[in-house]
């Protein structure tokens, strides 16, 4: 028998309408057709075939042998060993709960204004600024809020410069689809691209390397990996924020979550919500996901632990560790051991543990398996 050739019929099936789809769009970025499209209204978030060309289910150029779908979505079939392999040239052990690394750190940008604009300890927008001013990268996909800011919906974007990264600096914890903004990245003549994104997408870069998805798995030659726990629907606004607590989503100047959801409006003033009234509005693409700490990306960051001016860094890949270090060593970032903050280390591995059940077991079974119970 001739060899399978799964293609968006298979992935249709397995992953968009399972639960599985992490709503990531790497599919549609990988497309070759530009058959596929993404739908994020009334909470879908979900990747869809156009009709033209074999409907919802099928796909006219899959049934011809075209499988570059597939190859892009880090959660088809064995995505979890292949992309450990790919990386690590081994599969993660059972302890190796939160990813396989080299180094956690706790890190925090030099710069006063990245500090201050950035999320935390700024390490993010630091380590974009440093790639692209020393010739590391061309261009980064990250999100940003559409128009002035004011209706606090997250959107693909493209940064190139210093300012396009401090503007699109700070958390946003409704979804958006970073990889959506590569098409606008090669349009500017990008060919070194940084992805920024939470660990379903950040496992996008390496499985299509993995499974040799082309020029695009050539291109996303960077990926700094957000820890996450989950994301909200857009809903939240007026149906929480606005309908019980009256905060109108124009006059929000900041979010972050520490155990409770903090927001600060533009008028001064702090309020607390707690994270348990959020949870009806959680993405279905996060219910089944495994992966809190985006064990794939070459660096994992994350604002977890008792320092709020310091990142909880996780060095994953050699290209990860080599950034961080030239960053160091030109004094963009100041260092601290992980063991600093021990309740933040225990925190990563409990949320990473959480989020591993979440796996189905009727899924593959690989992102399931935990350390036998001591």
């Excluded at 409907?55 to 450990?84: L, N």
């Excluded at 349009?187 to 993995?210: K, T």
């Excluded at 009234?277 to 993405?283: C, I």
Aim: glycine share 8%; proline share 6%; charged share 25%.
């Amino acid at each position: 028998m001739p060899p399978e050739k799964p293609h968006w019929a298979e992935l249709f099936t397995e992953v968009v309408t399972s639960g599985l789809c992490t709503g990531c769009a790497a599919c549609i970025v990988a497309c070759p057709y530009d058959v596929l499209s993404y739908d994020d209204t009334g909470g879908r978030y979900k990747p869809f075939h156009i009709d033209a060309e074999g409907g919802p289910e099928s796909c006219t150029h899959g049934v011809k042998g075209c499988t570059m779908c597939t190859r892009a979505c880090p959660r088809f079939r064995t995505w979890e060993p292949e992309i450990d392999t790919h990386l690590f040239g081994r599969e993660r052990t059972d302890d190796e709960v939160a990813g396989i690394s080299s180094d956690t750190l706790l890190v925090r940008a030099t710069d006063p204004e990245v500090l201050r604009v950035g999320q935390d300890g700024g390490l993010v927008s630091a380590l974009l600024i440093w790639a692209l001013e020393h010739d590391v990268i061309d261009a980064a996909l990250v999100s940003d809020l559409e128009g002035d800011g004011s209706t606090w919906k997250a959107v693909p974007a493209v940064a190139t410069t210093r300012s396009e990264v401090l503007a699109a600096a700070g958390s946003r914890y409704t979804y958006s689809a970073n990889p959506l903004a590569y098409a606008q990245a090669i349009e500017s003549g990008a060919e070194r691209i940084a992805l920024v994104g939470m660990g379903c997408q950040a496992s996008a870069p390496p499985v299509m390397q993995a499974r040799k998805a082309g020029k695009v798995a050539r291109r996303l030659s960077l990926t700094i990996g957000l820890m996450c726990s989950k994301t909200f629907d857009d809903a939240i606004f007026p149906e929480l924020f606005e309908a019980r607590y009256g905060i109108a989503r124009a006059d929000i100047a900041k979010m972050n979550i520490k155990g409770v959801f903090q927001v600060w409006t533009r008028d001064g003033k702090f309020h607390e919500i707690p994270l348990k009234e959020a949870h009806a509005w959680t993405r279905e693409g996060c219910t089944t996901c495994p992966d809190f700490a985006a064990e794939h990306a070459d660096i994992s960051t994350g604002g977890i632990g008792a320092f709020n001016d310091w990142t909880l860094t996780i060095v994953r890949t050699d290209k990860g560790r080599e950034l961080l270090d030239a960053m160091i060593a030109g004094g963009a970032l100041e260092t601290r051991p992980g063991d600093d903050d021990p309740g933040a280390i225990a925190l990563l591995h409990k949320l990473a543990r959480v989020s591993r059940r979440r796996w189905p077991e009727t899924a593959v079974p690989m992102p399931r398996r935990l350390p036998a119970a001591r």
